[in-house]
């Protein structure tokens, strides 16, 4: 079961100043429009492929457009062997739809 963190909760990490990791799996054209600060791009359809380039920090979060996929890909992510058992995987809930705070663009 992946859980499912509020945007405010993603937020707030962001604010503290926590290592979480945005792990944002929309298209690339979608990501220069505006993300999250701090997030990565990995689309959906690379992830499989891309899953071990990364170094997963022990708490990451996974956004999307609506807050559906982002739970696959949350799934996906917590099952790989790179990713400590003890580390917290979750989907951002409502994904991008339902963050209401500033947008991060590529300048």
Not at 61 to 73: D, R, T, Y
Not at 88 to 103: F, I, K, N, P, Q
Request: hydrophobic share 35%; charged share 30%; aromatic share 6%.
């Amino acid at each position: 079961m992946v859980e499912e963190v509020p945007p405010e909760d993603v937020k707030d990490r962001i604010d503290n100043g926590d290592d979480t990791q945005i792990i944002d799996i929309r298209s690339p054209a979608q990501f220069e429009q505006g993300h999250i600060p701090g997030a990565i791009n990995i689309p959906m359809a690379e992830l499989p492929s891309r899953v071990d380039e990364v170094e997963w920090s022990d708490d990451v979060v996974v956004a999307c457009p609506i807050g559906q996929s982002s739970v696959q890909a949350a799934r996906l992510i917590g099952s790989y062997e790179g990713v400590d058992d003890d580390s917290s995987v979750s989907s951002m809930a409502g994904g991008y739809e339902a963050w209401e705070y500033d947008l991060e663009t590529e300048e």
